[in-house]
């Protein structure tokens, strides 16, 4: 397999990749299908900031923003059956059942963990510490102004981490469980090992308490744009949006099993920042997952990072001791 080149990056050597906005497949259909499912993003986008915009203070509140994403979650399912990007990332009984699992392992145990130990924890002791009347300039900025920097903040934050986790040994043990997945659907991004799905949720949110709508508003435009990674829908994105936003599209690649495709498109919300970075792809992937698409039980999923730092731990020690043996190697990333 030849692959394409990407910058200095051949992509697509190792397992297929489409490479190129114009080698993307099209939603098959009527004329009004063909709509829906072209401006089906801008205008969920444009309809939520409108709403925390202008919604009176009595429902601009954390409750509503929880109601609205399990119902946009609910209605992201009927459209992956309407929809789908493959018929092979259809959702099954037993996909559903693992992926509720993972869905309340982290609104329970991770958010309890959180709770103590997580970046709201930091962001209150760190505000404690200074004058932040300072920053007072910050809440006289236009609303849509002061949400987009919080998300963009927070997303050069994700970036660093997320790469960071594809190029430092120990923190690729925690997130390489979350690249055996072999399908995408709407809550494949909750699959992961534990400890993976609390780093990867550090964020910034503690330190904008004092703005609660450009908050909520934040996190309608994180959920309107970056909701859409791990669902298997077929859109017509429109070529403007995938230059600026990360897309189904995009984190088809991340997943891939070609070894330059994943290590690309790590940012969460604005695919702008892999461009600025030199880590973006534009193209997709049907075929996905690691070890040539190997499934992982969810057992091995919680302690395969555990066991592999074991593993490689004690190969290491054995090298040092026995630097002339042979048969002791480091498992590959």
Request: a neutral charge; glycine letters at 10%; charged letters at 15%.
């Amino acid at each position: 397999m030849d692959g394409v080149r990407v910058g200095k990056r051949i992509i697509g050597a190792d397992s297929p990749v489409t490479i190129g906005w114009e080698n993307l497949g099209r939603v098959e259909g009527g004329p009004v299908k063909r709509f829906i499912f072209t401006w089906f993003q801008p205008a969920v986008l444009v309809a939520l900031v409108l709403f925390w915009m202008y919604a009176p203070d009595s429902i601009a509140k954390t409750s509503t923003a929880i109601g609205i994403g399990i119902g946009f979650k609910a209605l992201l399912y009927v459209l992956e059956w309407v929809s789908p990007r493959y018929q092979s990332w259809r959702l099954t009984w037993k996909e559903l059942v693992v992926d509720l699992f993972y869905v309340a392992i982290a609104y329970t145990l991770i958010r309890a963990v959180g709770k103590h130990f997580g970046s709201d924890v930091w962001a209150e002791h760190i505000l404690a510490a200074f004058n932040w009347e300072k920053f007072a300039w910050f809440t006289d900025m236009p609303l849509l102004l002061q949400a987009f920097l919080i998300t963009l903040f927070a997303d050069i934050c994700y970036y660093w981490m997320h790469r960071g986790m594809h190029n430092w040994y120990p923190l690729w043990l925690t997130h390489s469980v979350h690249h055996y997945i072999t399908q995408l659907n709407i809550n494949k991004g909750s699959i992961g090992s534990p400890i993976e799905i609390f780093l990867i949720g550090l964020g910034i949110g503690g330190f904008f308490d004092f703005l609660p709508r450009a908050a909520l508003l934040a996190g309608s435009l994180g959920m309107a744009i970056s909701i859409y990674q791990h669902a298997n829908i077929r859109f017509n994105t429109p070529r403007w949006w995938g230059y600026v936003f990360n897309t189904t599209e995009h984190h088809s690649v991340h997943h891939s099993q070609d070894f330059e495709g994943s290590r690309s498109n790590y940012c969460n919300t604005y695919i702008f920042l892999d461009r600025i970075f030199g880590t973006c792809v534009d193209g997709e992937a049907e075929v996905l997952g690691m070890e040539g698409g190997r499934r992982m039980s969810v057992w091995e999923q919680m302690h395969y990072p555990f066991t592999e730092a074991w593993k490689t731990s004690k190969a290491f020690v054995q090298r040092r001791l026995h630097p002339g043996a042979s048969g002791s190697t480091v498992p590959a990333e």
